[in-house]
């Protein structure tokens, strides 16, 4: 039997306000129906979703539209101005594709488990309707999650690269590289998904299956890398790719430019000026660039292909075979705030989503301190690195306590008939931040020892710091916990809650971010002063936060 | 409140009413568990038993009357109250990303239990259970039954004085519904605690409950021992069920218009 597109279309209609109400109430995951009425629950559902789209596509807009500014000759002066014109573009270019991929590759990690857990695919099967049709209603639902972001990215980066380049053709020559980022980041996102929930989801316990599946997220979270890679690694990779094309063995212009998606981002210039103008005399760029964009193309429309059925093998996916390891029979029982702690760890290391967010400022950490460490600035620039390291750690770490308290999410409806109080509660993922702050500011130490020569100062910085992103987390986890308490609901995953973790996220980066600024004001005049006002002003914040996050939790339970 | 000397009443619900918008979940419940005693709550779909269950371990606020478990409110002196339930939910939702035994680890952690003994009771409720096998997959990977046996060896841990049991059966193999029974039975009668079960299946209350009591669109329409709710009607509480929810003349319409076709 051949499928439908138009029944296709209208089953998915019908499915998709069940998948965006367990994105936002994820009852299946334990959460209590609303007290709406349904037909108010749907249109709630179907609002948010619509405004965690709108979020993601208007980062994916302002990275497209700034662009822009990097693609002039004003930008290219100061960053690589011995770098040929084309290959100028070419690399913005790429960093502009590679970054929309990772974004939306990122979302599709963000949106999965929902995806995963909810039964509507197996529903639709037994249907009296063919096989073909339930692929396409899966196609379409699992499109539906990344419409809006994937219609920003075909749609503004052709408009930001025409305006930038002053050619309507420039533009036109960009969307085939930008629906390629599209299909490839959808493929990316449902391949690692399996992945996923085959050997990291499906991990059974012990300390050493642990360790691993900690291995495996690091290479989880490296996509969401993107954003940062691109503001901060960017400039120095353009002026790398400068200094290795001018010096570099022959040929290696046509080996980059043979690269994804290099062709794919080399096609504007092309289309503007008829050649890659400085990639050297004859036609082997130009024949690279378009025998590599016509096998990528190629590929992308396989690859839109596969996902034509993909999506509903990926709801069947089960944990791959049966573990016979019995490990270790004895419960380890901890006080309720380490537990909380344990627990969250555990739960990260079989859910990229969480892991990315305590990945992040590590990997963070592991970048400025790598940075550090083979750039050899003297002592002290080395400390001034290692310090606005440990700065963005705890900003990184304080920006993401509202994610930490959405752990609970899973489970939420269980834990709240356990005797846990708020308390230690709020403790427990208090001490999940702390953790991950000491953890990344010891990573840049040890590092960036063979630099710093005098490991003191930074220590004294680190631990003055300290309080301030106690402060931070007990402010957003208490905020939190209120709502929570109030409302029955904890705010859900990033994709589905991200307005309201970034509305917490903000006074918690304030309040970590407010001892840094007077830090470095105080120290123009003497460093002693602005570790003083450092240190003061955190202990200070840390005694109000508390106060109000542990004494406003009172004892009773979450 | 209790005399000095009397033994505590573990549940007690006084005119209970919850609401979801317009739609009425409980009203005016009231019932009362005695300790040492299995309370069966019976009840068609969507009759009001797990609104119930859940404003007894405070996931639901009563609209108005009240719930008190051993004297504690459990939506506002929460510990208090909590530490005296054992829970099993009637949908099994646990933390997917957790192993049987990090779960319980955390369950134990947070009930602040001593690592030796609840590693013996722990092990031997899943032994009994046929639970072991999968102590170290992920819940996710569990069946349904599956997943309600390591509720129950949740609820059980602590050897809780009031057990609050939703459904507890329902995914479970016939071997384990027997040892879940007996596990029960033993808990109540050793005079550890008492237990109150929520169920549809008649065949269960008839073999496990000391008294029952019969909810219909939210209220209580009939209470007793087995033994009462049987004389009244026939000797069968399936009968007695149906005419206490009035459902008996609309089930033999149903019967009558099905033979019709």
């Known amino acids: ?558 | 409140m209790e005399g000095a000397t009397a033994r505590p009443t573990p549940l007690v619900i006084d005119r209970l009413t919850v609401r979801y918008g317009e739609r009425v979940g409980i009203q005016d419940l009231t019932l009362v568990v005695r300790p040492g005693e299995i309370y069966g709550l019976l009840g068609s779909n969507g009759a009001g038993k797990s609104t119930t269950m859940k404003t007894i371990v405070g996931l639901q606020r009563p609209d108005s009357g009240s719930v008190r478990v051993f004297g504690f409110d459990p939506t506002t002196g929460g510990v208090e109250a909590k530490q005296r339930i054992g829970y099993v939910p009637e949908t099994p939702l646990l933390f997917d990303a957790l192993t049987p035994w990090e779960f319980l680890e955390f369950v134990a952690s947070v009930r602040r239990m001593e690592g030796e003994a609840v590693t013996k009771r722990a092990a031997r409720y899943a032994e009994a259970l046929q639970l072991t096998p999968e102590l170290h997959q992920p819940i996710a990977t569990l069946s349904m039954g599956n997943r309600q046996k390591v509720l129950l060896v949740a609820a059980l841990l602590h050897r809780p004085p009031l057990l609050v049991l939703d459904e507890p059966f329902h995914s479970l193999d016939p071997r384990a519904v027997r040892i879940a029974r007996d596990l029960l039975r033993q808990h109540a009668s050793e005079g550890r605690g008492a237990v109150l079960i929520s169920t549809h299946t008649m065949e269960v209350a008839e073999r496990l409950c000391d008294r029952a009591g019969i909810l219909d669109r939210g209220r209580l329409v009939g209470e007793g021992t087995i033994s009462e709710l049987q004389g009244s009607h026939s000797h069968n509480l399936e009968e007695a069920f149906l005419k206490l929810t009035r459902e008996d003349e609309g089930v033999r319409a149903a019967v009558e218009s099905l033979g019709q076709e």
């Open chain 1, 1 to 558: 039997m051949t499928g439908s597109w138009r029944e296709a279309y209208r089953l998915q209609q019908r499915a998709f306000p069940e998948l965006a109400y367990e994105a936002i109430y994820a009852v299946r995951q334990g959460n209590l129906a609303p007290n709406f009425p349904p037909s108010e629950i749907a249109r709630r559902s179907m609002r948010r979703v619509v405004q965690s789209k709108l979020l993601v596509s208007i980062l994916l807009g302002l990275v497209a539209l700034g662009t822009t500014a990097v693609l002039g000759p004003t930008a290219k002066s100061l960053l690589a101005p011995d770098l040929a014109p084309a290959l100028y573009v070419a690399t913005v270019l790429v960093g502009l594709l590679v970054l929309e991929l990772a974004l939306i590759w990122w979302t599709g990690l963000q949106v999965l488990p929902t995806f995963l857990s909810s039964p509507i695919l197996p529903t639709l099967e037994t249907l009296p309707v063919p096989s073909a049709t339930v692929d396409r209603a899966g196609f379409l639902l699992f499109l539906r999650l990344f419409d809006l972001p994937a219609a920003t990215t075909v749609v503004l980066t052709p408009i930001a690269v025409g305006l930038a380049l002053h050619s309507v053709l420039a533009g036109l020559a960009i969307l085939p590289g930008a629906i390629s980022v599209v299909v490839f980041a959808l493929s990316l996102a449902l391949v690692t998904g399996r992945f996923f929930v085959r050997h990291v989801q499906g991990s059974p316990g012990g300390s050493s299956r642990m360790a691993l599946r900690w291995a495996y997220l690091v290479l989880w979270a490296i996509p969401a890398f993107a954003m940062y890679g691109y503001v901060t690694i960017g400039p120095r990779a353009v002026a790398w790719l400068s200094g290795v094309v001018a010096t570099g063995p022959a040929g290696i212009v046509d080996g980059l430019l043979a690269a994804y998606p290099f062709p794919l981002a080399s096609l504007p210039s092309l289309a503007a000026n008829g050649a890659l103008s400085g990639t050297g005399s004859g036609p082997g760029p130009v024949l690279v660039v378009l025998a590599g964009s016509l096998a990528y193309g190629l590929l992308t429309i396989l690859l839109a292909g596969w996902l034509l059925t993909a999506p509903r093998s990926l709801t069947t996916t089960r944990a791959a075979g049966a573990y016979t390891d019995s490990g270790s029979l004895r419960l380890v029982t901890r006080s309720a705030p380490v537990s909380i702690l344990v627990k969250d760890l555990r739960i990260a290391s079989r859910t990229p989503a969480f892991a990315f967010l305590i990945l992040l400022p590590l990997l963070d950490a592991v970048a400025i301190g790598g940075w550090t460490l083979l750039s050899g600035p003297d002592p002290t620039e080395a400390l001034n690195i290692a310090s606005a390291a440990a700065a963005t750690a705890a900003l990184l770490a304080t920006f993401f306590s509202p994610a930490f308290f959405a752990i609970e999410l899973m489970g939420y409806s269980y834990t709240r008939t356990l005797p846990l109080s708020q308390r230690s509660l709020i403790l427990g993922k208090v001490l999940l931040v702390a953790g991950v702050y000491l953890l990344s500011a010891g990573t840049v130490l040890v590092i960036t020892l063979a630099r710093l020569f005098d490991p003191l100062p930074f220590a004294l910085f680190v631990l003055a710091e300290l309080p301030a992103v106690l402060a931070a987390a007990f402010l957003e986890i208490g905020i939190l916990v209120r709502v929570a308490r109030r409302r029955g609901l904890p705010i859900t995953n990033l994709y589905s809650g991200s307005w309201w973790a970034t509305a917490v996220a903000v006074p918690g980066v304030i309040v970590a971010g407010a001892p840094l600024a007077l830090f470095e004001l105080g120290r123009a005049s003497s460093p002693a002063l602005g570790m003083g006002l450092l240190a003061l002003v955190a202990i200070v914040e840390l005694g109000g936060a508390a106060t109000f996050s542990l004494l406003g939790a009172g004892g009773g339970t979450n």
